[in-house]
């Protein structure tokens, strides 16, 4: 369930970001709520529910996620990798959807081994600007990596690296 909490975040977060040569305009909506057509009528595919979406990274009350919603910048924060996947691989894909990588860091996991293979489940990846990665975020994000695993891309803390 959303709050307006959530939605004056995303609109302070995303109204003037420049998306595909745009800049996006938020407005919060006059209404409180929106109603989905019940079973059987038909919505002209204007309407469509994800909350429970398997995907959905804010589906669960309290998770982790709600603390780390950070304003679009040109870092992106990776997360959910498995260990057979390469730095060589997410720079490739990213270039290809964001453009030019100015960096790449693997983030150690707290209270594991400094074994880089263990540290690989998350990492920072800096783009050029913030609307590449705004594009890189959008196309990459829930992006299948192998069997059941998805990679999970936000916005990061830190602006760069």
């Not at 081994?113 to 990846?125: S, Y």
């Not at 600007?129 to 695993?149: G, I, P, Y």
């Not at 936000?154 to 602006?159: D, L, V």
Request: hydrophobic share 35%; proline share 5%; glycine share 6%.
């Amino acid at each position: 369930m959303s709050t307006p909490q959530q939605a004056q975040t995303a609109q302070n977060h995303l109204n003037k970001v420049v998306f595909f040569g745009k800049e996006l305009h938020i407005t919060l909506s006059r209404h409180s709520q929106v109603s989905l057509p019940r079973d059987g009528q038909e919505d002209a595919g204007l309407t469509k529910d994800f909350s429970q979406s398997p995907l959905h990274r804010f589906r669960n009350p309290g998770s982790h996620n709600y603390q780390n919603i950070y304003a679009p910048s040109p870092c992106v924060h990776l997360s959910n990798i498995p260990e057979s996947i390469t730095e060589e691989f997410l720079r490739e894909s990213f270039e290809q959807v964001g453009g030019a990588i100015v960096g790449f860091r693997w983030i150690p996991l707290k209270g594991e081994e400094t074994d880089l293979k263990k540290d690989r489940r998350m990492a920072l990846i800096q783009l050029g600007s913030t609307e590449h990665a705004v594009q890189a975020l959008v196309a990459m994000h829930n992006f299948q990596l192998v069997d059941k695993r998805y990679l999970k891309v936000s916005f990061a803390k830190s602006q760069s690296l």
